[in-house]
């Protein structure tokens, strides 16, 4: 048998320095944007791409029923830009790969929703593109991002960001992000 156990302890070291090293303060914001968007009644977009696009959807379930299943009033309003495969094939076919989520938020986009881009690098051009869009119609922009940020963070208004070259240990952060302010939302709505 093969003792893997070395190197699961150094990739759990890993994520709890990392996770030891947020910015709480960054991170209380970008919570306290998504809390505002809900009470404005905004509709708040999800999308990332790969692993990041799996955040997203995630996000939009742990939302829609978890941050708020007890609760009688107002709901989170989430959709994921990337969950409509059928849209976002015909979008990357007839134009561009580029495009599928800045042409789903084109015309519907209003100030009081929200935007929140994911993106391990930070660079990812359809994800840029979108938060560009938004940026326009003066909509506010939350980038969860990891290894330097990249144009997403200096983009966004709100940052979670993961200060680490390590795409897996950024992603698994990513969703401890989400997990955490379903968490922290739904107890402080009780």
Wanted: aromatic share 8%.
């Amino acid at each position: 048998m093969v003792d893997f156990k070395p190197a699961m302890k150094t990739y759990f070291e890993t994520e709890i320095r990392t996770i030891q090293n947020l910015d709480l303060e960054e991170l209380n914001q970008a919570i306290n944007a998504i809390l505002e968007a809900r009470n404005r009644g905004g509709t708040i977009y999800t999308m990332g791409n790969g692993g990041s696009a799996a955040t997203a959807s995630h996000m939009v379930c742990d939302f829609a029923k978890g941050a708020t299943e007890e609760l009688e009033g107002k709901k989170f309003l989430f959709e994921c830009l990337c969950d409509n495969t059928p849209i976002v094939m015909a979008i990357a076919n007839d134009m561009s790969y580029d495009d599928i989520f800045v042409y789903q938020l084109r015309g519907k986009l209003k100030p009081e929703d929200l935007v929140i881009g994911i993106s391990g690098s930070g660079n990812s051009e359809n994800v840029v593109r979108a938060v560009e869009y938004a940026k326009e119609t003066g909509t506010q922009v939350i980038g969860i991002t990891g290894y330097s940020g990249g144009r997403l963070m200096e983009l966004a208004d709100y940052k979670m960001h993961v200060n680490i070259d390590d795409m897996q240990v950024a992603e698994d952060v990513h969703m401890i992000f989400d997990h955490m302010m379903m968490r922290v939302l739904g107890e402080s709505m009780k």
